[in-house]
């Protein structure tokens, strides 16, 4: 009884920090959204193998006909004395299977370690991505048969288009790199990525940006910045529990307040 009361008042809490979140976040008509993604990792019983998983093609393929091996990689690093570093990259193994859409922009990963659902440009809106992924999700249960649910992830990779010329990044995004006084001030290219705890929601954000080269579109040059939030929390949650959809909607939420709060007026224009 104890823990149901905990869990009610928990996500109580996530409810109303949700809603204060979500404030003043507008929809735009053209969101610079290339790639979004609902990502829940798991304990599976020892008796659920590769040949389970690939059962969930049986599912799915009426709407994911395109079936792939999902491959992980294993590198290593060896130093021998007198000789220069080598690198060693090798098949390691398949964890889980790949299912794409005949458009190619909606896929979903059955695997050893849990389940993703990505869709590609062009994304529609929360409710409805969201609202795939759940019928998605249950059918992953009834496959898998998951003991616990241990991390769950939601991520947005953005790319804004900056109109050429234009002076500084700070005119579009307030989340920057900055050069220190002194030095050339211009970039050919960068990589930046922060960390950001948000202990209220126990909660992190991983923050990538960087830029990909001049591109022209609709006869105007544009600088690709590519901005890429992943929200995650680690949990230990019944598979088949509510609340996972309850912190999904708060992480959301969490992402939402990074993306608006890092861009300007200027950039919110570009969406409109």
Same mark, same amino acid.
């Given at each position: 009884m104890d823990a149901i009361i905990e869990n009610d008042q928990q996500s109580s809490i996530l409810n109303n920090i949700s809603k204060n979140m979500s404030q003043n976040h507008i929809t735009f008509p053209n969101p610079p959204i290339t790639e979004a993604l609902i990502d829940i990792r798991v304990d599976?019983?020892?008796?659920?193998?590769?040949?389970n998983l690939v059962l969930f093609?049986?599912?799915?393929? @009426?709407? /994911?006909?395109?079936k792939e091996e999902k491959v992980h990689w294993r590198t290593g690093f060896k130093v021998a004395p007198g000789d220069v570093p080598q690198i060693s990259e090798h098949v390691a193994g398949i964890d889980g299977y790949v299912f794409r859409s005949s458009d190619k922009t909606k896929v979903v990963q059955s695997r050893l370690d849990g389940f993703t659902f990505n869709k590609l440009k062009p994304y529609e809106d929360w409710g409805t991505f969201c609202s795939e992924a759940r019928e998605l999700w249950?059918? /992953?249960?009834?496959?898998?048969?998951?003991?616990?649910?241990?991390?769950?992830?939601?991520?947005?990779? *953005?790319?804004i288009d900056i109109p050429l010329p234009f002076n500084d990044f700070d005119e579009y995004i307030l989340t920057i790199p900055e050069i220190a006084p002194g030095l050339p001030n211009a970039l050919s290219e960068f990589l930046m990525k922060l960390v950001i705890p948000n202990d209220e929601i126990k909660s992190k954000?991983?923050?990538?940006?960087?830029?990909?080269?001049?591109e022209t579109k609709n006869g105007q040059k544009v600088l690709p910045l590519i901005f890429d939030i992943d929200v995650f929390r680690l949990i230990s949650l019944d598979p088949s529990?509510? @609340?996972?959809? *309850?912190?999904?909607?708060?992480?959301? *939420? /969490?992402k939402n307040d990074i993306f608006f709060k890092s861009l300007t007026e200027k950039a919110k224009e570009l969406f409109r």
């Amino acid at each position: 009884m104890d823990a149901i009361i905990e869990n009610d008042q928990q996500s109580s809490i996530l409810n109303n920090i949700s809603k204060n979140m979500s404030q003043n976040h507008i929809t735009f008509p053209n969101p610079p959204i290339t790639e979004a993604l609902i990502d829940i990792r798991v304990d599976l019983p020892k008796e659920i193998t590769l040949d389970n998983l690939v059962l969930f093609y049986d599912e799915v393929k @009426e709407r /994911f006909p395109l079936k792939e091996e999902k491959v992980h990689w294993r590198t290593g690093f060896k130093v021998a004395p007198g000789d220069v570093p080598q690198i060693s990259e090798h098949v390691a193994g398949i964890d889980g299977y790949v299912f794409r859409s005949s458009d190619k922009t909606k896929v979903v990963q059955s695997r050893l370690d849990g389940f993703t659902f990505n869709k590609l440009k062009p994304y529609e809106d929360w409710g409805t991505f969201c609202s795939e992924a759940r019928e998605l999700w249950s059918k /992953f249960l009834k496959i898998a048969k998951p003991k616990n649910t241990t991390r769950l992830a939601l991520r947005y990779i *953005n790319q804004i288009d900056i109109p050429l010329p234009f002076n500084d990044f700070d005119e579009y995004i307030l989340t920057i790199p900055e050069i220190a006084p002194g030095l050339p001030n211009a970039l050919s290219e960068f990589l930046m990525k922060l960390v950001i705890p948000n202990d209220e929601i126990k909660s992190k954000a991983i923050i990538l940006e960087t830029m990909k080269n001049v591109e022209t579109k609709n006869g105007q040059k544009v600088l690709p910045l590519i901005f890429d939030i992943d929200v995650f929390r680690l949990i230990s949650l019944d598979p088949s529990s509510e @609340e996972i959809w *309850n912190i999904m909607g708060t992480l959301r *939420n /969490f992402k939402n307040d990074i993306f608006f709060k890092s861009l300007t007026e200027k950039a919110k224009e570009l969406f409109r």
